[in-house]
């Protein structure tokens, strides 16, 4: 493990070319620990990225990072949600910090960002028939769940040697995590582009650069190391990653209310499932995300290093590497009206009293386990069951009744800027007053969130501080004839409650 390493060896080489006349770092050479942390990057969900970033402000008595356009007004949006905004704690601790899909590959490299706390054990009620890996979820009969079975998955990869959760033989301590360890070294662009360390591609590389004259560029070198290591390892068989493909009759009606004086939409009011969906969005990996925008997330430079991954040749890398291009999200931290084609697959689990074992006389015998085991597969389980999944996501924790985080019904209001507020009689009076305009000046389009709108939507809230704005722009050219039609059949605003209410006495 690596906490048992001396902190000397927790360290990492790198030599840095510096143009110094233009106060720029040209490119970084380093070992494949280093490439290894900068691709995990593309395993952080969306929240981990904003909490760590916010949090690394905070240590250094910064003010709050202006960061990844508005999608951080949605996480504090969440911050801000009360016990009677969602089910449980659970829904808004899965929100703040969704786990990473990639955890247990994670745990291996030299330095994991991610400070996410490990998957715990699966947890069994076997009267019940239900697991769950929240260790705070009561069973729906009403008992705490803490009942820990043997886990027979992880029996058979530690000695087989494959200790991760993606199905790749990986030995991390031999061949590497996403990157092969043959001692080879990698240059990191500035830009985050990352090719193998050779004299050709330097130079191929210096040249399209516009360095042809390299001999005002100065080097350095030092070794970059984590002050805070973690030591308690995750559940290998907390993910288990396969594609879910959103359905055609996803939808969602919003209602947008724009300003036809500032031509720009104020903010949208909806119901659950749209405040679901946008929530959702901080618990996708970074490079689902780029995956979703054919590569085009203009999120920095992530962009070329998603391509890297791509690119390098697989004499380079690990197998475990493909992961990386859609890590997808982990089973029930997505959203259940899932407009978005994303990998969200719930795991099966099978519980029995024992295993059988090989037997001389008789081919095989049953041996109990005391506590019994769980396994994805009811290969040679005794009295074998399988289990259902508790949902957080519900009102009583049962998957088949699973609605989404929020409580139900609800209206809300989502800004332009991504900032979320459940709505009520009043503070929707109160809402339409602090947007100190005239209510002759506000249009309402319907609009339906078809997956094309939702990946705009995604794009925006990553680039643009006019989320709504920028992302709806071309779907709001509606017919008012169809804005009528649909306005038949979608739930009454306040909005609209409020435009058929007498003016008030001078």
Avoid at 329 to 345: A, M, T
Avoid at 419 to 425: E, I, K, M, N, W
């Amino acid at each position: 493990m690596h906490s048992a390493m001396s902190s000397q060896q927790q360290q990492i080489p790198l030599r840095i070319l510096i143009d110094k006349p233009n106060n720029k770092v040209v490119a970084v050479e380093s070992t494949k620990d280093f490439v290894d942390t900068l691709f995990s990057f593309l395993c952080l969900p969306l929240a981990t990225i904003i909490r760590l970033l916010t949090k690394r402000h905070e240590q250094q008595q910064q003010p709050p990072p202006s960061i990844l356009g508005s999608i951080t007004n949605l996480y504090h949006s969440v911050e801000n949600l009360t016990p009677n905004d969602v089910w449980n704690t659970v829904c808004k601790d899965m929100l703040l910090c969704p786990r990473n899909p990639c955890e247990s590959l994670c745990s291996k490299l030299l330095f994991n960002v991610d400070d996410t706390k490990p998957t715990p054990k699966v947890l069994v009620c076997n009267s019940c028939n239900k697991f769950t890996t929240f260790p705070t979820l009561d069973c729906v009969c009403g008992k705490r769940m803490e009942h820990v079975p043997g886990d027979l998955d992880l029996e058979r990869k530690g000695k087989n040697g494959n200790n991760n959760n993606t199905n790749v033989n990986v030995d991390a301590a031999k061949t590497g995590v996403f990157v092969k360890e043959n001692g080879s070294l990698f240059l990191v662009f500035d830009d985050l582009t990352v090719v193998p360390s050779s004299l050709v591609t330097s130079m191929d590389m210096m040249l399209q650069l516009g360095y042809s004259d390299l001999t005002h560029l100065e080097e350095y070198t030092c070794d970059i190391g984590k002050d805070e290591k973690k030591d308690n390892p995750p559940n290998p068989s907390a993910s288990a990653i396969g594609v879910k493909v959103a359905s055609a009759d996803t939808k969602m009606e919003v209602k947008i209310v724009q300003s036809k004086s500032q031509n720009k939409v104020l903010f949208a009011e909806s119901t659950e499932d749209f405040v679901d969906f946008m929530f959702s969005l901080l618990a996708i990996p970074l490079g689902s995300v780029i995956k979703l925008l054919n590569g085009n997330s203009l999120i920095g430079c992530v962009d070329n290093l998603y391509k890297s991954v791509e690119s390098l040749h697989s004499s380079w890398c690990t197998e475990s590497r493909f992961v990386l291009l859609n890590p997808g999200i982990v089973p029930q931290f997505g959203c259940l009206n899932q407009p978005l084609n994303i990998p969200d697959v719930e795991p099966t689990y099978y519980y029995g009293t024992g295993i059988y074992e090989k037997d001389n006389h008789y081919g095989r015998k049953g041996v109990p386990r005391s506590g019994g085991v769980i396994s994805k597969s009811d290969h040679d389980i005794v009295s074998v069951k399988r289990l259902t999944a508790l949902d957080p996501r519900s009102p009583n924790r049962s998957k088949e009744d699973g609605t989404g985080f929020v409580k139900r019904p609800a209206l809300y209001a989502v800004g332009d800027d991504l900032r979320v507020r459940p709505l009520s009689a009043d503070s929707c009076l109160y809402y339409l007053k602090d947007l100190n305009l005239p209510l002759d000046d506000l249009e309402v389009k319907v609009i339906s969130i078809s997956e094309a709108a939702a990946l705009s939507l995604l794009g925006a809230s990553l680039t643009s501080k006019q989320t709504l704005t920028t992302g709806l722009k071309d779907f709001l050219d509606v017919p008012r004839q169809e804005l009528d039609l649909a306005s038949k059949y979608t739930q009454t605003s306040q909005l609209d409650l409020l435009k058929h209410e007498p003016n008030p006495e001078p």
